[in-house]
């Protein structure tokens, strides 16, 4: 069953501006993943934090992590019409990373140019 | 990274027929999973693909209406069986490496007439 929940479920922002999306999950996890998907297509990886860390940075990404809270969230600083696309979290209980992944319902992001 | 192909990308079926998904890598892989996205929707799990032994199933999917196959460490199909309408998806597989995050094919978008 899944267990994330992603807020906002849409968001709609202009080029340029900054973007952020929440995640929430219920169990223990091991690490917690972002994705993005761009229409008609598959998953593309964007970032792993571990569940011992508490934020993580690449390029225009950043990623917070709080345990205490289940929560994640993921920050696409100075937007792109070609970041749009939806965005899951994605989270991995297992004992060693890369186990089964429970996502969460996902972001609708629209940049407009 | 471990390259996936997925076929056939697309297909339009008659309700009552099956179908099977191949999904292919360029490289053993330890892991190989099957999701499905429904209209709209983020991924469920549908079931676990274990070389050399039956599939392991999440809760909802049955190896009857979902049969897989894993005959060796690159490759594994998925059949969807007695399609109805709500069958209606994208089909995913995403492999583990163990070394490296869930990767994934672009998708079997499925629709059932």
């Known amino acids: 069953s899944q267990q994330g929940e992603e807020d906002p479920q849409a968001l709609s922002i202009q080029e340029g501006e900054n973007a952020t999306m929440n995640c929430s999950y219920k169990?223990?996890?091991?690490?917690l993943q972002w994705y993005r998907q761009n229409s008609g297509r598959g998953l593309v990886h964007l970032i792993l934090i571990r569940s011992n860390e508490r934020e993580k940075h690449s390029g225009r990404l950043r990623v917070t992590l709080d345990t205490s809270k289940k929560s994640s969230s993921l920050l696409i600083t100075a937007s792109r019409a070609a970041d749009t696309a939806s965005y899951f979290c994605a989270t991995d209980e297992g004992e060693t990373s890369g186990s089964r992944l429970t996502f969460g319902e996902g972001t609708q992001l629209t940049v407009n140019p | 990274s471990a390259v996936i192909s997925q076929k056939p990308s697309r297909d339009i079926c008659q309700r009552g027929t099956s179908l099977t998904i191949q999904c292919q890598v360029d490289?053993?892989?330890?892991?190989m999973f099957w999701y499905r996205q429904q209209p709209g929707q983020s991924l469920t799990l549908i079931a676990t693909?274990?070389?050399?032994?039956?599939?392991?199933?999440e809760s909802g999917f049955v190896i009857d209406k979902f049969p897989i196959s894993r005959p060796n460490l690159t490759f594994s199909t998925l059949t969807v069986s007695n399609m109805s309408p709500e069958d209606s998806s994208i089909y995913l597989c995403s492999v583990d490496t163990g070394v490296q995050p869930q990767h994934f094919g672009d998708g079997t978008r499925l629709s059932i007439l």
């Open positions: 490289s053993q892989v330890t892991m």
């Open positions: 169990t223990s996890i091991n690490n």
């Open positions: 693909a274990n070389q050399g032994s039956e599939a392991t199933y």
